[in-house]
């Protein structure tokens, strides 16, 4: 079965972390651009990050640039999410998905994708 599975989610203070990862089954990862998503309660859907398969390119959205870290381990056919200094405003559901990556526009579904099932982050006090 093809599939993204996302966890790490959870309930987090202002200025904590949570690492979430996004397990691939199903096909092999490490031959797609791999990319994260969030929405929050009543807005549209924000590219956060991405990383290119093989040429090293990466993507962060201004608002998390210096927070959140992108990373893959092909080994375990598994992405991650590195979120530290969170902030109320990063109360989301945390999508990953396979992508094409652009360093300037950042995470972009194509024709055909891979996409989990979200795993929620919320930030409160």
């Known amino acids: 079965q093809v599939q993204l599975v996302e966890s790490g989610g959870g309930l987090v203070q202002p200025g904590g972390s949570l690492r979430l990862s996004c397990a691939a089954s199903?096909?092999?990862?490490?031959?797609?651009?791999i990319g994260w998503f969030r929405q929050a309660p009543g807005k549209g859907r924000e590219g956060v990050s991405c990383?290119?398969?093989?040429?090293?390119?990466?993507y962060y959205a201004d608002s998390v640039k210096g927070r959140f870290t992108i990373s893959r381990d092909n080994a375990r056919n598994t992405m991650y999410l590195q979120v530290n200094s969170l902030k109320p405003e990063d109360t989301a559901v945390y999508y990953c998905?396979?992508?094409?990556?652009?360093?300037?526009?950042?995470?972009?579904?194509?024709?055909?994708?891979?996409w989990g099932q979200g795993t929620q982050v919320t930030v409160s006090s």
């Open positions: 990383l290119s398969s093989s040429d090293g390119i990466t």
């Open positions: 998905a396979t992508v094409d990556c652009d360093e300037k526009r950042g995470p972009i579904l194509g024709e055909s994708y891979y």
């Open positions: 199903g096909f092999t990862l490490d031959y797609h651009a």
